[in-house]
């Protein structure tokens, strides 16, 4: 379905650094003391704007749930003290009503709010007519459509000054990551929306601090437009997300380290090398496709015997041997036994897809 957002890039929002969007502040303003201790700690750290959430969306009562409204004026105070424009999540109308009061600058919308269109609906109406920026965090499942659709009904509302965020998928199981970064989401957004600024948040994606660095080097070589990193002054006390929360020094060490590469370069002579690896990658690919079609050429002749035979499709014991061996013979040539199990699975329901319609005919 084609999208017809229409939203400012991010050379059109005034960012001071350089084009990469830097947020960095408290998972929670928990005082004004700390919060302020922060902001004066990333004073230097080259940031666009500080962050801090003020009213929590926890999985579970009765934990930590924000300071609430005294926070914002905490947030405002501390941002102007260090010349930053501030940010918060806001998740209903009278949030809004209360951050915009305070003259907050950016607001965002959580992980949890993003996947309900009553409620974004709501946040959208109480955003007419207003010159405010609105970051809008992935849904926390791994849709898509639903994360168009908040930042269409903001659009329609609108809001011209739309970043998304992307900041991982919630799992059944937590593995190595806290939220499944599921890189594709990212960037198919990229694809069905050209120019939208999408923001890397590898904090909640990874869980614990020490993954951060190779998470957010990541965002930054996928050419994502920011990161948004949560930094607490002592994060070991943090009232909400201790354990992704990096110290103040921690995070100027990371900014560092971080390569901030760019998309292209003036040097012809890199950009011809470039041509000429790439013209081999499209003759693979051609390569790739035309084998493709004759793998899919043998498996219609198959189902043509089968049926004549009154063979089912599928035969488990022969899919577990081709998974087997096509994973021994993929991992002997570098290529991982995740990927060659993904990659056979597509081909195999392309298969599936192509004998039925042979049946069916
Ligand atoms: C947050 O940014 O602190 C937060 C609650 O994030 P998310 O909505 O991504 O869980
Ligand atoms: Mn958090």
């Known amino acids: 379905m ?39 700690a990333l004073k230097d750290a080259n940031v666009d704007a500080l962050r801090a959430g003020i009213w929590k969306p926890r999985t579970r009562p009765n934990s930590f749930e924000g300071v609430g409204t005294p926070g914002l004026k905490w947030l405002k105070t501390a941002g102007e003290e260090v010349g930053l424009p501030v940010a918060v999540e806001v998740a209903n109308p009278r949030q809004i009503e209360e951050a915009l009061a305070h003259n907050i600058d950016i607001l965002w919308i959580g992980a949890r709010t993003t996947p309900n269109p009553f409620a974004v609906q709501e946040i959208a109406e109480a955003l007419k007519g ?72 590898p904090s909640h994606i990874c869980g614990k601090r020490e993954l951060i660095h190779q998470v957010a080097q990541k965002a930054l070589d996928l050419l994502f437009d920011g990161l948004m990193i949560e930094v607490h002054i002592n994060p070991d006390e943090a009232l909400s997300d201790a354990k992704q929360q ?75 041997e081709v998974v087997k061996s096509r994973i021994e013979k993929g991992t002997k040539n570098s290529l991982s036994e995740e990927f060659i199990l993904q990659l056979f699975q597509y081909i195999h329901e392309e298969s599936i897809r192509q004998q039925e319609q042979v049946l069916n005919d």
Request: proline share 5%; hydrophobic share 45%.
């Open 2 to 40: 084609n999208t017809n957002l229409n939203v400012l890039s991010l050379a059109e929002w005034n960012i001071p650094s350089n084009d990469r969007m830097i947020i960095a502040g408290p998972c929670s303003a928990e005082s004004e003391e700390q919060v302020m201790s922060t902001a004066i």
């Open 130 to 201: 207003v010159d405010v920026q609105v970051m809008v965090k992935n849904p926390i499942n791994a849709d898509l459509q639903l994360w168009i659709g908040a930042m269409e009904r903001l659009n329609m509302a609108g809001i011209k000054k739309i970043v998304a965020i992307h900041r991982g998928f919630s799992t059944y199981k937590e593995e190595l990551y806290r939220n499944q970064p599921l890189w594709r989401i990212p960037i198919e957004l990229k694809r069905m929306v050209p120019g939208i600024p999408i923001v890397c948040d």
């Open 246 to 320: 990096l110290r103040p020094d921690a995070f100027i060490e990371l900014m560092d380290n971080l390569k901030f590469r760019s998309a292209t370069t003036n040097s012809l002579d890199v950009m011809a090398q470039l041509k000429s690896l790439r013209d081999e990658i499209d003759r693979f690919d051609e390569q790739l496709i035309e084998i493709l079609a004759k793998r899919m050429e043998n498996a219609r002749k198959i189902s043509v015997h089968k049926m004549k035979n009154n063979i089912a499709i599928f035969q488990p014991g022969r899919w577990d």
